[in-house]
């Protein structure tokens, strides 16, 4: 069987936002698998030495344009380019403790709380409106958020990001197939040409 494709995003990260609304329909018109693995960014600009983008001069106004640009583009909705403080950990935590137990669950739950975040501007920024965003999927959903401060989802999170930077990801968006890197949301038709045609 094929192996996946790895979609190693943050949930503090508009282009991952972006990603997220592709990455699906482009893993299925590959035949791959698709493996969704949340990171915390911060931590990895730890080893990288970058900044998040809001805070990054120049570069941070250009950004905020082009993923409105970019919504517009894709027939999203678009509300904000910057979540506040605290949405990366508290969705992630929520993510890998519903992973744990179903990860297409735990995609579901990415792919709309990103589309919640970013498009519609929802502040998902405290555990306990990540749980109850997780409520919403039904359930199974809030039973396992719940756990999201276990100490296995805590550690599913960290191994994650450790295994991340271990394999070079800097940055989110970042894809891994047959062990090619493509970074960012527009390198998805290129990493579809890669598969669909062949390396080269």
Known sequence: ???PITFWFDFGSPYA????????AVAARCGRPLA?????????????GMAPLPQQPLRGDYARRDVARLA????LPFATAAVPDGTSLALARVFHALDRESPPLAARFARQALEAAFGDGEDLST???ARGFAARLGPDA????????????????RAA???????GVFGAPFFLVDGEPFWGQDRLPLLEAWLREGPW
């Open 72 to 75: 517009r583009r894709l027939g």
């Open 161 to 167: 990001t450790e295994e991340a930077i271990r394999l």
């Open 17 to 24: 936002w972006l990603a997220s609304a592709q990455v699906e």
């Open 142 to 157: 809030a039973a396992a958020a719940e756990r999201a401060t276990a100490p296995e989802a805590r550690a599913a999170l």
């Open 1 to 3: 069987m094929p192996g």
């Open 36 to 48: 969704w693995r949340a990171i915390l960014l911060g931590v990895v600009f730890r080893t990288t």
């Open 127 to 129: 555990l306990e409106a």
